[in-house]
């Protein structure tokens, strides 16, 4: 049972003031802390997040905000599913100690006027559908680290390009935090969990659960020696096969450094990457290609 | 005697791990630190910094880098004075207690990626003339703050501009750091104090002292209920009738915010901000202009 568990009263603060005083006093009690961003609307993807939290951090806080600077405007930013209640009970069972639900006025009073870009890792994937998005993303995650101060913070391998983004940013500004990566947690036919599964017809489920299979499939492929550009080609054909409505990015890519690996076969770890609309719905997921591990 | 004068042996370190280890040393035993981040080249302006953080903080540390990050290719970082031992000496006697010296590929690693930018107040004076400067500055002095993770960090008036622009974007990333302004200081005839006066000739020198006197004599007529726009056509032709080879800006800003306070008299608190050209030496200074004070 990991000590956070024993934690009887989970607080929940909306003021940088409060969860910095909670915090505080962790610290000095000698406790170590971690952090699980999210934007809420959790599922058992975030909650695992907080279970590795507790593995490694004596308490954890959990920050809910739905940060408009990394929606565009034609997004989905107000429509985001925003649940509080079911949250707040999900996380409790979850062992988390404290929960930061900031007002947009408490992150971005009158006047703010300061971003961050991480070039290389931003580009391409997500960086070249959604241009506006890691910047935002960067941006809060650096004010999010500064005000809990954690030791450590864990975010999802789902969101993978961010996870990199996040990583480089703390090193780059030499942030005294340890970024921690999680395994996509998926449902029994392997959809990656997602708050915006939540968007999906019964009948956009079904062909929703065929995304890891594809992305799978390819990365068995080369896994085997196969060359990328035939992985991507086959990954195209069967994704339109099974219904989805448009491929935004299907990609192989370096897994530390999200570097083009060529179009032959892969002579190190990478990874296959894919954002595919469904509908209205627009999913991501990724998969390792271990070719080292071979 | 402030404390931190005690500290008989100075230390100098060149690596973030070297720096930490003797920052948690101190903190562990419940020291409080501030943090003069300088470009070396010190003249009594740094050594006020620095007396100005032991008034503050039990130890102070100075940080020397010469940042290329900040400079144009067609500026004088290249020829920027360099003079480790001298400065190390007049740290010394200023009481300071670390002395940081990270060698560039120690600031800026293989695969570095990360910048930082604050919108409004970087925006014109030195913004619009050097629009790599505040970038540089912005994600060097995110670094420094958090390798050393001081209580407080000062800055000089002199680079008024950069001042603000620091004190925003520690606000906006919720930076658990004071940042603290101190006054310009001025050589005999009001010479504002730079590494960068060493470039003057004999006769330059001589011209730069007209300097802060056309923007103080500009101040001293807007406070009186002068127009905005006749104190900078007479400061212009002032600065002409010196010898200055040319003007690079002369502008009247808010003294918070940097607004354009309009082209007649002032009905706030202002500054006078100027940079020249001397030959190929750019001089930089600024001055008050108190209207609630009146």
Known sequence: MPAAAVDPQMGVVRTVKEL??????????GLSVGLVPTMGALHQGHLSL??????????????????????????????YPRREETDLELLRR??????????????????FQTSIAVSQVSQGLCGASRPHFFGGVATVVCKLLNQARPDIAVFGEKDYQQLLVIRRMVKDLDMPI?????????????????SRNAYLSQEERIVAGRLNK????????????????EAIAF??????????????????????????P???????????????????????????VEINAR
């Open 20 to 29: 910095r005083a909670r915090v505080d006093a962790w610290r000095a009690a």
């Open 50 to 79: 907080v279970e590795r939290s507790n593995s490694l951090a004596d308490r954890t806080v959990a920050s809910i905000f739905v940060n408009p600077a990394q929606f565009a405007p034609h997004e989905d930013f107000g429509s």
């Open 94 to 111: 979850a062992g988390c100690s404290l929960v930061f639900i900031p007002a947009a006025v408490e992150m971005y009073p009158d006047g």
């Open 178 to 194: 340890e970024i921690v990566g999680a395994p996509i947690v998926r449902e029994t036919d392997g959809l990656a969990m997602s």
């Open 214 to 229: 594809v992305i799978a499939e390819m990365a068995d492929r080369l896994q085997r020696g196969g060359g990328v550009a």
């Open 235 to 260: 990954g195209r054909a069967a994704l339109a096969d099974a219904g989805f409505s448009a491929v935004d990015y299907l990609d192989v890519r370096g897994a530390d450094l999200l570097d083009d």
């Open 262 to 288: 060529g179009s032959g076969a892969l002579s190190k770890n990478a990874r296959v990457f894919a954002a595919v609309l469904l509908g209205k719905t627009r999913l991501i997921d990724n998969w390792p």
